[in-house]
Every structure is written in C-alpha cells, then in structure tokens.
C-alpha cells in the first residue's frame, strides 16, 4: 500500500506492538521520524510516523487515544490530531471533553482523523438495529459543538467491517476525518479516499490535502456573475453594449484595503479635510466590493436559507467549497462493479450512460396506440382561454416569477440579469417569445441545456445513482413558463382525482393519510379475501417518455394544434451537455424523455401518466381489475398516484397479478415507460397466507415486505411512533443547523437560518402527523443549541 501511495505523515492504529519491535517495525514503513503511544499488551497502540523536510513537526501532546502535533513549514502552520477512540464506551467516556480542551484552544488550520469506534448517521452502518447509542449522540454533538466539517471520502461507504455471512454481517463507518473551516477553505481540493480492506478489519483512509486535478479552463461554461449588476456602470454598459470586463473584485478589495490603510496612517500624522473626504470615499467605495464580494459567494454557495446584506461573505464561501467537494464525482463503479478512478474514463462511461438513456436504443419502432378516451373535453371557454392573444404582461411575470439565482442554462445568464436589466432588455425579450407564438419557430439553441447530475443517495457508486436535472436558458424558460400559466387553468379538469402532483389544490400529505389509512386497515384485515398494495418504481420515468407517445397525449386530450405544436417544439430537438465536475462534455441530440428542470415537464408527465390511470379505470370497469374497499360502502380503490410515484390496491391472488402486468407492459410499450421490479414492493394484508405470498411474489417478480418503509418521504407506520420513528428528520435540521455554521454566521444570520430551517423540513412530517414530544424537543434542542451554544 506504502508504495502505491506517497505518504508524508502516516498514523497507524491497534499496533499490539510496543519497545523496540515497535521502533524496527516504523523504521520498515519508510518515515525518518516517528513518535509512538504503545500497546498496552496486546491492546491499542498509536504511532504517529513524519518524512523529513515536510517542516518542523512538534508532538503537542499524547495520550492512549490521540496524538496532537503541530507541522509547521515557513508561515503555514496545520495542527494533526490523530485519533484511536477506545472501542470501550467507557474508556473513551472522557475522550470527547479532552479532546474539546485541546482543540478549542487552537488557532488556524485544524485536522483531525482516524478511528472514533463511532456512527453520526443511521445510514453509516449496515446491519445490527437502526437506531444510533447516546455514544454516537455524543460523538455527534461533539463535532458540532466545535464546528467541525466532515471532509467526506471516497470509495466505499464503510471503513470497518466484520461477518462472513449475511446473517451476521455488519459493517460501519468508523473512521474519518475532521477539519475547521479555516483548514477546509485552505485546502480545498483536499481528498479522503477510503482503500480497499487488506488484511485488517479496518479499510486505511488516505489523505491528500492538494491532489493533483487537472482542468480544461475552454471547457468550463461562462457564468454571469451577479456582482456585477452592483458595478456602477453596469447598467449603462449593457445599454450600450450587453458587454462586460470587470476587475477581479478580490484585487479592487486588497487594493482599497491597502489605500485606506495609507490615508489612515496620514491622518494620524496630521488630520485634513482632503485626507479626510478620501478615507470616507475610499471606505464608501470599499463596501460597494464587499457587497459584490457577498453577492458573488452568495450565488456560488446555492444556499437559499440566508439573505444577502448582512456581510455572511464567509458562510457563503464555505458553503460553496463544501458543496463542490460534496458535488465532485471522483470515483464510481462500471457495469462490472469495478471502481473507476480516471477521469476520462468516468466521463466516457457517463456520457455514454445518458446517451443511451435518451436514446430510442432499447425501444420498439412500431407500438399500439393506447385508447384515446378518457379525457374529459374542455369547453369552449376553456379553449378560447388557451388560445387568446400572450400579452407582454404575462411574458413579464414569467420572467419576474423565476427565481433570481436560479442556476443558468448553456447561455450562463440568470432570471437576476434579465430582472435587474427589463428595462433595457425587456422588450426583446417580449418580441422574442411574441415572434415564437406566432410562428412557431424556435431558434437553434433555444432550447439546448445542461445536465448536472444530483445525487439520489448520500454517497453515489454508479452513474444511475444520480438524477439528471436540465438547466435550460432564461429565454426558454420563459415560453415555457408562459405556456404553464395557462395550462395550470384547465389541468385539473384533464387530470383525475387519483393524480395529486402538480395539481392545483390537490396535496402529498391527502396520498401519505391514503396510504397509512389502507396499510393499517389492511393489517386489521379478516375474512377469506386478501388483499395486496403494490409500490412500483419507473424507472428514470420522466427521461423515458417518448416524444411520439407525448404528441399523441396532447391530441386525445384535445389540444389545439398550435399547442401541440409550440410544446413538442419545446421538448424535442435540443442538445444535451453534461455538465461534469464543472466542465461541459460532448454534446448529444436526445430522441425522447421530458427534462427534469424545464417548468413544462412535470405537467406534460402527468398528462402522460393520466393514460395509465385511463387503463386501470377500463380494466375495474371490464371486471377484470378488482379493486379494494377500506369500508362497508365506501369508495373502491385501485391506484393512487403522485407523478411517477404509483400506489396500487388489489384483491390478493395470481390472477390480479396477470392483469396488473397486462395493463402496464400495455402502457409501458406505448410510453416507453419501464417499472423497475427490484425496487418495487408488495405489502399484503393480514389474512394473507405465507404461501400465497410466496406464490405472488414470485409471478410478479417482486419482493413481498412486511414494511413498506416510506412513501413521498414519510414512513408508513406499522406500529407505535417512538423517538427513532422520526429520526431523519432531526438528522436533517442537525446536517443545516450544523456547527461550523454558527461560526461564521451573526446573530441575526443564525436566528435568520433558524427559522428558515424550522419552518421547511419539519413541516412535512407535521402536516400529515403529529410528531412525537421527543422529537420536538430534540428540534428544539438542535435550535436552541446553534443559537446560543451548546452549553444554553
């Protein structure tokens, strides 16, 4: 491993080892220097191991779990804190308040890693309970408290693991490591790679504060920056000109710092008027920078949470450095399982991915159009309003209604530049969308967009793991959004009641109360008949629809033609670049799929999707479908819907599982949908036999579970709410809320995120259910802890 990678420090854990075999064996690891906390018999053991000319290392201080030294090298100076935590819960009881004497202490740059024999998070460890001990608890108010910053990793997710067999198999993430802001913004690039396992239970964590990364800066897509409309002159230029050069606002900065420093000095020789009118100007001009400063942070840090104009330039910078560490792909597994760690390579296999999955590779040329009944007519009235006259107001308010700093499509400008600029801007920017409606001509590049990948789960290993999001051009997004306002009006008359996403008036939380009312009925279910709840996943649902299937929705809901028109000149030709670590890949021309992204798709999806809902309908009025009733009398349920999120109830036997997968390979080779069988699930009621669950388990293709886990990000609750019922949720208002905020935010900042905070993630849950007493205080706690300290 040493010779694989090139090391200046190396700590080394549980030596067993201690005198002078401890002192032959760090002298056969390659370092010149070493210092070592041995073994007590055969347990624990610390070494601490350093290669000349990194600078004059000073062990600090030492003790069984951890050694502190301090490297300095010219100016710059790094604290090291390595750490063995005791796997004693007990022993390491006084390892945390230790640790936070030494620590607080500190100045400048802070890292701190190794093994902590400790879990943050419930998803940190595969099998054992999914609850987290008060030591994990602990460990993670700890890092709070000193608002430390996880440096994340790379590879696999666990860093200990023990069991050769899946029934007791267990795994976690024990090891990390550790920094302050001050290191995190120092060393940016920094890396945390987490090596295979060798011959310990433990996989090594190897760090590299400044890894090589190489950058094309031709490939990097231009960006408005937002600062720039705080210039001065700005908005003359862009009336005489829509051109731009602005300094770099971090020299003008150093520049007046450096100005106002020299005039400060002359007036403490001999005060005058002039010195005096020049400081005032110097200092005006100076908070003009600031304000640009804060601006350009606040717009790279995606951060929605806190308002411009109260100086969090350095929250704002933090933020940003986080997120593109957080967002930096640096590692992924091939089809073959295989890691990947070249960049080309990673590129190459993404490219290849998205290409495919927007293309019609996989999909049938000739399909069966579905029945065009179904959709309820629209009268005249609502047709007259489609096709009225677009007025320069509503052109107008699309634009002034997009968010201002919404992330910008292949042309780099935001809604921000459009919005501060109308006056100069807006009246070609109304005869642009005007001249589309009228002639139904979109320029080339109009629509062109650039994919970012996000993340589906905390740490991704494989390219499906990630949503594509589009990021379209303001422009585009305007006769989109045009076409939206007009479209909210009749869709709810075109979409029926079993659909609740996009709906006007229609709510998650009526679908969340549906299914935990059918669930827990379903449990309390007696008699001969079962019954069965399918959850079925589509798989990357809105990037298969095909264009034909799009166009032939648009007809047999009785669209005009010049709708039809302007939308599927909306959706189809545009090219593709993924946008990748930053930098734009070769493009691609997609030949289906609606963009997640542009204001249009969810509408048009859900459009789509009503024809499946048309299907279920026919096959419950032909018989065939038979639907469940919660209650004597009551209504007769067969699916419920929220935008690809599919809920369906039947009678439990092999013959309803036949028909279930008629209706959808019906609806799947017409659409292009597909349903994704490993993720979909089957709950089954009570009186439900093991063997009949077994038997439609296996002709469907689905796993049977007896918990269904969440639906639209609540858990379905099969028994008594306890505090770890709603874990996530503290574990989420804890990952905003975290420490190292609280350093670099005021006062009002604090109280500012506090509420923003409070007032969204919680919400949620609360709106369906009432949250159990722990939770609220454990909320409470959290809040409280980062406004006035942990100590309050």
Not at 84 to 107: F, K, M, Q, T
Request: net charge neutral; with cysteine; aromatic share 8%.
């Amino acid at each position: 491993m040493l010779k694989r990678h090139t090391t200046d420090v190396l700590a080394v854990f549980e030596t067993h080892a201690g005198g002078d075999r401890a002192s032959t064996i760090c002298r056969g690891l390659g370092s010149e220097n070493s210092y070592k906390v041995d073994a007590t018999g055969q347990s624990g053991g610390l070494w601490f191991l350093w290669r000349t000319g990194i600078g004059d290392v000073v062990i600090v201080d030492a003790s069984d779990q951890f050694i502190h030294a301090r490297i300095a090298n010219g100016e710059e100076v790094l604290h090291v804190i390595v750490v063995y935590a005791a796997p004693s819960v007990s022993r390491r009881s006084g390892l945390w308040d230790e640790l936070r004497s030494v620590i607080g202490g500190l100045d400048g740059p802070v890292l701190i890693g190794g093994d902590f024999n400790t879990i943050v998070r419930v998803d940190e460890r595969a099998g054992g309970n999914g609850r987290l001990s008060p030591d994990s608890l602990a460990f993670g108010e700890w890092i709070n408290d000193l608002s430390l910053i996880d440096m994340g990793f790379r590879g696999n997710m666990f860093t200990w693991k023990r069991g050769k067999l899946e029934r007791n198999f267990v795994a976690k993430r024990l090891d990390r490591v550790l920094c302050c802001a001050h290191t995190r913004l120092k060393w940016q690039e920094t890396v945390v790679t987490h090596l295979p396992f060798l011959s310990s239970d433990h996989a090594p964590l190897y760090v590299q504060l400044s890894p090589e990364i190489l950058r094309d800066p031709k490939r990097r897509p231009f960006r408005f920056e937002a600062a720039w409309l705080k210039h001065e002159g700005f908005q003359d230029l862009v009336k005489a000109s829509w051109k731009d050069v602005f300094g770099e606002i971090s020299q003008r900065k150093e520049l007046l710092l450096r100005e106002i420093k020299d005039v400060q000095e002359a007036l403490e020789a001999g005060p005058s008027d002039a010195l005096l009118v020049q400081e005032e100007e110097l200092i005006t001009a100076l908070n003009v920078v600031l304000e640009q400063e804060e601006m350009v942070w606040f717009q790279k840090s995606r951060e929605k949470w806190i308002p411009l104009g109260d100086r969090n330039t350095r929250f704002f910078h933090t933020s940003t450095v986080i997120r593109r560490r957080r967002n930096r792909i640096e590692m992924l597994r091939n089809s073959e399982g295989n890691w990947i760690t070249d960049g080309k390579e990673m590129e190459s296999l993404a490219v290849e991915y998205f290409r495919r999955l927007y293309s019609m590779e996989d999909i049938d040329a000739v399909v069966d159009k579905l029945p065009t009944e179904g959709f309820e007519q629209l009268t005249e009235g609502e047709r007259a309003h489609l096709q009225k006259e677009f007025s320069a107001l509503e052109i107008e308010s699309a634009v002034r209604n997009m968010g201002k700093y919404k992330a910008p499509g292949p042309d780099g400008y935001q809604p921000v530049f459009y919005q501060s600029c109308w006056d100069t801007v807006g009246s070609s920017v109304i005869r642009f969308v005007m001249d589309f409606f009228t002639t139904g001509i979109l320029p080339p590049e109009t629509n062109d967009v650039l994919l970012v990948l996000i993340p589906k789960v905390g740490k991704p290993e494989s390219i499906t793991q990630f949503w594509p999001i589009s990021l379209c051009n303001v422009l585009f997004k305007t006769i989109t959004k045009v076409l939206v306002g007009r479209l909210k009006v009749v869709i709810s008359k075109l979409i029926g009641p079993e659909q609740a996403s996009f709906i006007p008036g229609r709510l998650s939380t009526d679908n969340i109360v549906l299914v935990q009312e059918a669930v827990h009925s379903m449990r309390r279910k007696k008699g001969r008949q079962g019954w069965m709840l399918l959850k079925l996943d589509l798989e990357k649902a809105y990037d298969r629809i095909r264009w034909d299937f799009l166009e032939d929705t648009l007809t047999a809901a009785g669209f005009s033609e010049s709708w039809i028109q302007w939308i599927m000149k909306c959706v189809t030709g545009p090219v593709m670049n993924l946008l990748w670590n930053g930098e734009k890949t070769e493009a691609f021309t997609p030949a289906r799929g609606l963009r997640q992204g542009d204001p249009i798709s969810p509408y048009l999806f859900v459009l789509c999707m009503e024809r499946l809902c048309h299907l279920i309908d026919n096959s419950v009025k032909d018989k065939e479908w038979k639907p469940i009733s919660l209650s004597r009398g009551g209504p007769k349920l067969s699916h419920i819907c929220f935008a690809d999120d599919l809920i369906l109830f039947a009678e439990s036997s092999v013959s309803q599982v036949q028909i279930i997968k008629k209706v959808f390979e019906t609806f799947c080779s017409s659409s292009g949908q597909k349903v994704s069988l490993e993720k979909s699930k089957i709950f089954f009621s009570g009186n439900v036999s093991r063997d009949l669950e077994k038997t439609i388990s296996e002709a469907s293709g689905i796993q049977s579970l007896r918990d269904l886990g969440k639906y639209l990000g609540m858990p379905v609750l099969q028994k008594r709410m306890n505090k770890d019922t709603f874990g996530e949720v503290l574990a989420r208002v804890s990952a905003k809320l975290a420490g190292w905020k609280s350093c670099v935010l005021s006062m009002a900042g604090r109280l500012t995120l506090t509420k923003a905070v409070l007032s969204s993630i919680p919400v949620h849950s609360m709106s369906s259910i009432m949250l159990p007493q722990s939770t609220l205080s454990g909320l409470d706690k959290l809040s409280r802890s980062f406004l006035w300290g942990s100590n309050s």
